[in-house]
């Protein structure tokens, strides 16, 4: 069970309207038994003198008033046992999405789009599955096939022991292919993990798949991994198509032994022929329950699998989560950023960063520059605590960043990434993002402030146009402006925008910063650009180089330096000269 131990709160949760419906389901199961009884009856009153029409009738109108309370009582087993399952299922995939929101950009990094949708679809489907008819099964073969054996031993017990003496031949068959249809089970789910990732991976890339011409290679890919799951359902159907009959097959020979004896103790008037017939009914009921074995083994095998596989992302723990040290009284952070002999490494790689000293008062603006792959991008994940940085290296309001709570950092530290993230919805609602509780006017300000305002309504709807996957509809600089807005409206204390102005023109983007300075006073604000004339008015520059702080100062300071800084900031007045010829 304890690769179940994860559902088993969900089901003491739902554990009345589970007893609820296997009490509803041997209601129907055992008014189902009294059917064959009633036959009996009746065909054994035929030969009974003074027999009248009418009796025929009222066993007939006795069936059909079973059939219907049947009927009802299966209508409301389906409703809690099923309804239990979808709610398992439900709650499972929550907790699993929960879980999903907690695991660190680590995880994400080495792991498909793909294989997670794969577990939250597919697997937890087989798990519904296993709890939803398993518990139906589970019934059926323990309750149905104990009282169907009853009704045949009091009939004739001789007849009803050689009935079951092919049975025992299940148990080899089951012993088998059990463990066969669970290795197989867990291939499938896997390469339908690959053949989800690959068909999402693709989706997502359409426009560059066209830009190339690869449409003809990209469908081979995709019809490649579409045939290797089905020759893996194949194989998977070719070991149920084993199974299964088997159980048929074992069955029929019951049948046959029945009809021999059963048709010899008739003729012996060892039993009448109501009994034999109704004997008969009731083995062919059981072999419902018996074929039931099968299916339950197959479902079991299947959810377990399924259960194991979101098992091993359950099992993954944060990375980044907040420690005994966490202060969870603290409401606000606000002062000065300190960073202290800062060096960080990914794992056993290189050193990315190096000693960083660095002190930031509240209220002012740092600017960090430098060439690709300096760490500038590291510096901010570790300050937004993306990554772990080091103990007793980064400060802020005097507090050591370990000691606040990642809610409360989240809050207070808001960056917008080099890579802009927009959902499919709204321009409002992707702008509201920074603050749910936003009203119109707040949206439009903040839109106003990222100077995106005037193109939003030129959109076909305005603020309630959709934006398309992953802000399609858009241009680069629409979507960086959008994401501006989005981190104004949050009002965060530190504001940090790494490389986020790259897609914006000088004209609009001096702009931009002019607002941003004017309405971030007493806050503080944290700019990563490539392009030096986003950071000429920043209170501090830093310059990475090697991951060290290569030089640091205002940008006067830095360009009397004539160092690195001022080699960064010819090479751009070069280019915007040559550009401007062009």
């Known amino acids: 069970m304890k690769t179940f131990s994860r559902v088993l709160p969900i089901l003491k949760k739902n554990a009345g309207f589970i007893l609820l419906g296997l009490f509803l389901l041997m209601a129907v199961d055992f008014v189902q038994l009294y059917i064959p009884k009633i036959v009996q009856i009746a065909i054994d009153k035929l030969r009974e003198p003074g ?18 309370l049947m009927a009802t009582l299966r209508r409301l ?94 148990t080899v068959i089951i012993t088998i292919f059990g463990q066969k249809i669970h290795h197989r089970f867990r291939h499938v789910q896997k390469i ?25 290679s990209e469908k081979e890919k995709i019809s490649k991994t579409a045939k290797n799951y089905v020759d893996e359902n194949i194989a998977l159907v070719k070991l149920a198509a084993v199974f299964h009959p088997s159980f048929g097959f074992i069955i029929g020979i019951s049948m046959g032994i029945v009809i021999v004896f059963g048709g010899i103790k008739v003729i012996g008037e060892e039993i009448t022929i109501g009994e034999f017939v109704a004997f008969s009914t009731y083995l062919g009921m059981f072999a419902w329950p018996v074929m039931a074995i099968g299916m339950a083994i197959n479902l079991y095998q299947r959810g ?24 969870q009284t603290l409401t606000s952070l606000k002062g000065t950023l300190e960073l202290k002999n800062l060096s960080f490494s990914y794992g056993e790689g290189p050193p990315v960063l190096k000693q960083i000293d660095l002190s930031l008062q509240q209220g002012k603006t740092l600017a960090v520059v430098g060439r690709t792959g300096c760490g500038k991008t590291t510096l901010i994940e570790l300050l937004t605590r993306i990554y772990n940085p080091p103990r007793e290296a980064i400060y802020i309001g005097g507090r050591e960043i370990y000691e606040i709570p990642l809610q409360l950092l989240r809050r207070t ?45 030129d959109f076909e709807d305005g603020y309630d146009t959709e934006v398309g996957e992953r802000g399609v509809t858009l241009s680069g600089g629409q979507k960086q402006r959008l994401a501006i807005a ?56 830093i310059v990475l180089e090697n991951g060290k702080i290569a030089e640091q100062g205002s940008h006067r300071e830095l360009l009397s330096a004539g160092r690195l800084y001022h080699s960064l900031w010819e090479k751009q007045q070069l280019e915007e000269k040559l550009a401007a010829r062009n």
């Open 413 to 457: 530290v808001v960056m917008v990434p080099q890579d802009i993230f927009l959902f499919s919805d709204t321009v409002a609602n992707n702008i509201r993002l920074g603050k749910p509780s936003a009203s119109d006017e707040e949206v439009r300000q903040v839109a106003e402030l990222a100077q995106v305002h005037a193109e939003i309504l």
């Open 77 to 170: 087993w389906r409703l809690t046992l099923i309804g239990s399952s979808l709610r398992l299922a439900r709650d499972l995939r929550q907790m699993y999405y929960e879980h999903l929101l907690k695991l660190s950009q680590n995880f994400f990094n080495h792991s498909h789009t793909g294989d997670l949708m794969a577990y939250a679809i597919n697997d937890l489907n087989a798990v519904r599955m296993l709890f939803g008819f398993g518990f139906v099964i589970l019934v059926e073969i323990s309750f149905f096939s104990v009282i169907t054996f009853a009704f045949m031993t009091n009939i004739n017990l001789r007849l009803t022991l050689l009935a079951v003496i092919p049975l025992p031949i299940l």
């Open 304 to 327: 377990k699998a399924s259960m194991m596989r979101l098992n091993t992302i359950f099992d993954i723990s944060p990375e980044v989560t907040n420690g005994p040290e966490a202060d």
């Open 486 to 541: 989005r981190a104004i409206l949050s009002d965060a204390e530190i504001l940090i925008f790494d490389d986020s102005l790259s897609a914006v023109d000088t004209k609009t983007e001096k702009t931009l910063l002019e607002n941003l300075i004017s309405i971030r006073k007493n806050k503080t604000t944290i700019i990563i650009a490539h392009r030096i004339s986003s950071i000429q008015h920043a209170d501090m520059i």
């Open 192 to 216: 339908f993990a690959d053949m989800s990732g690959r068909v999402q991976e693709s989706i997502s890339g359409i426009r560059v798949i066209k830009a190339f011409g690869q449409e003809t």
């Open 51 to 68: 027999f009248r029409q009418a009796e025929l009738v009222k066993y007939s109108l006795m069936i059909i008033g079973l059939a219907l």
